[in-house]
């Protein structure tokens, strides 16, 4: 074992940096802080103390003692991640951002905002709509999700297709490196090769190159005319095929969602809420937006006649907006909807070329029977990301789920890889999918990974764990 | 001196690998390749041995051979480059990759191409006109330049403020590393999170982290409605303080970019062209596109009257091809008609965010005048890019005129510094402004691209002498 146990005098120590209300190591209040969305049984690990920094000069006090004592530390975000970034798997240090939520400056000459990054996304966009302004780079958990916890995971959403993710919209970082400098990345720029671009890398690092104490984020004038469309299909085949269709169609949506039967049907009883023909196979959630009404409106019913060309059984149209805001809730519920249901899952994140995305289906049908369970499936269609869930089938014993999740998703890895895909489209690699990394990655690029890991974080004391394993 | 000399056993092994039409070493013959398009004097250097491979394969021996041998690459497009980035400052080999040009793939359902990194970009519009796309990632230099070198220096072009640069629509890159071994980076995918983002660490590199071999390019529906507004001003600061008004009023337009007196005239001449009112001490050029006519009508007419009230003397609108692409030009040509009229000058590349570039002009006219230089401005004004251009002064020596440039240039960067500015927008590094990376760059910032190129590249082969120096 590399890491030294926090002792008492490291806790003392880091009392003497923070301040006693921000360092606890009460097994109780701690336990919060032990796991994230994905299972707490498989995933979770107590830290051995909790931090509650609010500068990035206090951050760096303290990597620089974990340097010096060896003690690992995980940055941690809102605690809503996805694939178990967030976990203190070695125990040491869990630094939360919590306290560091304000809002620096809002720079309307420029469209820009400064922000620290324990601001929960949402607030920052209330901030802005009043003047006709919005960041565009939120990811579906807004309500809950940090800023900084966007950025580690190069958080995508619903509005990728036309928006794009998160990584577009930071243009400068306060970044803490691994041995407790503070630099700043980037800037207010459009553009700017003055040297690598290391804001770019940290995006999407999952906290493991440093941590981001401040982002300067880029804001988009915010669309005055939007409509939605509800399309029904027989079956998500159906649906499906018809992506790519409307993607080569030049029509930019904002983005095409996809859901299966199940999981409309699952977030529906959540919310006790009902979409018209919850019976359909499949549905596909498109948004348009725009600045001219009348060009959405015909660029919308464009779209709505292709898919009635190509398979669609029905289509609606939602153009006022609490009947968008109604499905878009659907949506949005679908995990934590199937978290109540099926606690027992895996909720998958791979990501195909649009292209492929039909070829995905029938291997989850396949996949499904095979090992006798169910995979509902929904997600960012019109990004290719699919989010197949493996539910644990009630008949059978948690023994036999261990044993076949890795086997179910090797398969299903296997033949993402083979379409031109990868694992993970948002939700990042974490503590869970580092274990298929090798089959997915050439060695030669984890290699080099591994190399900027190792030459920035030489005592690998970043949220050590994640992504890949060191030696 | 870390590096051996190219040998005749070198050579000979290099003909093994390639073949012998594919290694020269005829000083007439490799004079092309001792320069790019900055100053020759000032920058040039001869190679050792020039090759030009056709395959990864080829190349990751000849890498391979290098690191052996201990043996400098210089990676090379077209040798359109403004920062020297592919000189061979340390003489060894040459590799021009002027032989891989092949288009592997146009494909349409995924609305991306791959090509090898040699084709001349403007072809790849070419391409790919009829069916009604465009790859948007092109630099102003696009008639000669090489899709490698475009993302060696993430180059930006004229329809930025829109479209972004290079990097946005890189997807995938195959890549032969500094140590010899070939990757593919990313892929056909709208969001990849599995792992770090090498491939966006390459964009814009220099070639010193690896040799682009193959890329992977996302197209974009080619707008079928634009409309371009030639503005004319009375001076440079009442066209720069337009420019963060248009900005915030939401419009985006393709770009705007802007011309100095000085500029407008030099092109004219060298083009024999003439745009109306060459007497007028500044003009904006703004493009709109779009897929509706009458919005981007509407939009164009609301920037003209914006400019009217804000400062322009008079607004033409060029709505016709022939007239934009004739304005066009003589923006394209600034560059190139002042490296005939005033061949010794220093062509700058500053960036800062859009609403500094007023505060910009006064100190070029400070600067100008202190030194007793003229500085002809021109540039990417709506993305706070500005090509601002030192010109010797014909009455002073030329010694005169090397003690005075580093001088002028480091108060020019003082100020962009304190703007929140950066020496490069567009043209990198390379050679020409290393030396004043640790001005700009804060020195943790600066150790943390070096681990990163010495943790890659241990025996510092690839491009060596481009952006910093390594001891």
């Given at each position: 074992m590399r890491y030294n146990p926090v002792t008492k005098k490291i806790v003392d120590e880091l009392i003497q940096i923070l301040g006693p209300k921000n360092v606890f190591?009460?097994?109780?209040?701690?336990?919060?802080?032990?796991?994230?969305?994905?299972?707490?049984?498989?995933?979770?690990?107590?830290?051995?103390?909790?931090?509650?920094?609010?500068?990035?000069?206090?951050?760096?006090?303290?990597?620089?003692?974990?340097?010096?004592?060896?003690?690992?530390?995980?940055?941690?975000?809102a605690g809503s991640g996805?694939?178990?970034?967030?976990?203190?798997?070695?125990?040491?240090?869990?630094?939360?951002?919590?306290?560091?939520?304000?809002?620096?400056?809002?720079?309307?000459?420029?469209?820009?905002?400064?922000?620290?990054?324990?601001?929960?996304?949402?607030?920052?966009?209330?901030?802005?709509k009043e003047q006709g302004l919005f960041y565009a780079g939120y990811p579906m958990s807004l309500e809950t999700c940090y800023l900084g916890g966007n950025i580690a995971?190069?958080?995508?959403?619903?509005?990728?297709?036309?928006?794009?993710?998160?990584?577009?919209y930071v243009m400068g970082l306060e970044l803490v490196t691994p041995q407790g400098e503070i630099v700043e990345l980037g800037g207010k720029l459009s553009k700017d090769v003055t040297g690598y671009d290391l804001?770019?890398?940290?995006?999407?690092?999952?906290?493991?190159?440093?941590?981001?104490?401040?982002?300067?984020?880029?804001?988009?004038?915010?669309?005055?005319?939007?409509?939605?469309?509800l399309v029904l299909y027989k079956n998500p085949k159906d649906a499906i095929d018809c992506v790519p269709v409307i993607m080569a169609k030049g029509l930019i949506p904002t983005g095409i969602e996809f859901m299966d039967k199940l999981s409309v049907q699952t977030s529906c009883e959540y919310?006790?809420?009902?979409?018209?023909?919850?019976?359909?196979?499949?549905?596909?959630?498109?948004?348009?937006?725009?600045?001219?009404?009348?060009?959405?409106?015909?660029?919308?019913?464009?779209?709505?006649?292709l898919c009635m060309e190509n398979g669609a059984i029905e289509v609606y149209v939602a153009d006022n907006y609490t009947t968008q805001e109604r499905i878009w809730s659907v949506r949005r519920n679908i995990a934590e909807a199937f978290k109540v249901v099926s606690p027992i899952q895996s909720l998958e994140d791979i990501v195909v070329p649009i292209a492929a995305i039909p070829d995905i289906i029938p291997e989850l049908d396949r996949i499904s029977?095979?090992?006798?369970?169910?995979?509902?499936?929904?997600?960012?269609?019109?990004?290719?990301?699919?989010?197949?869930?493996?539910?644990?089938?009630?008949?059978?014993?948690?023994?036999?789920?261990?044993?076949?999740?890795?086997?179910?998703?090797?398969?299903?890895?296997?033949?993402?890889?083979?379409?031109?895909?990868?694992?993970?489209?948002?939700h990042g690699i974490g503590l869970k999918r580092k274990k298929y990394m090798e089959e997915i990655i050439n060695p030669a690029e984890l290699e080099l990974m591994k190399a900027i890991k190792t030459a920035w974080?030489?005592?690998y004391i970043m949220n050590p764990g994640k992504i890949f394993d060191l030696e």
């Open positions: 190591t009460d097994v109780e209040k701690m336990e919060a802080y032990s796991h994230d969305e994905t299972s707490v049984e498989e995933y979770g690990h107590m830290p051995e103390v909790v931090i509650t920094p609010s500068t990035a000069e206090e951050i760096a006090r303290v990597v620089r003692l974990a340097n010096r004592e060896l003690i690992p530390i995980t940055p941690r975000g996805l694939s178990g970034g967030a976990i203190p798997v070695f125990g040491g240090i869990l630094l939360s951002v919590e306290r560091m939520n304000k809002v620096i400056e809002i720079d309307y000459p420029n469209m820009m905002m400064v922000l620290e990054t324990g601001i929960v996304t949402n607030e920052v966009n209330a901030l802005i995971e190069n958080a995508g959403g619903g509005k990728a297709v036309k928006y794009g993710v998160t990584g577009r804001k770019q890398l940290i995006v999407g690092s999952e906290g493991t190159l440093g941590i981001v104490t401040k982002a300067t984020i880029k804001l988009t004038g915010l669309p005055t005319a939007k409509s939605n469309l919310l006790n809420e009902s979409l018209p023909y919850q019976q359909a196979g499949a549905m596909l959630l498109i948004e348009m937006d725009g600045t001219s009404q009348e060009q959405v409106e015909r660029d919308t019913e464009a779209i709505g006649d029977e095979k090992y006798n369970i169910k995979i509902p499936c929904y997600g960012h269609a019109g990004d290719g990301n699919l989010h197949a869930t493996l539910v644990k089938n009630p008949d059978s014993t948690l023994e036999e789920w261990h044993d076949l999740v890795p086997k179910a998703l090797r398969e299903l890895y296997e033949v993402t890889k083979k379409l031109g895909g990868k694992i993970s489209g948002e974080d030489p005592n």
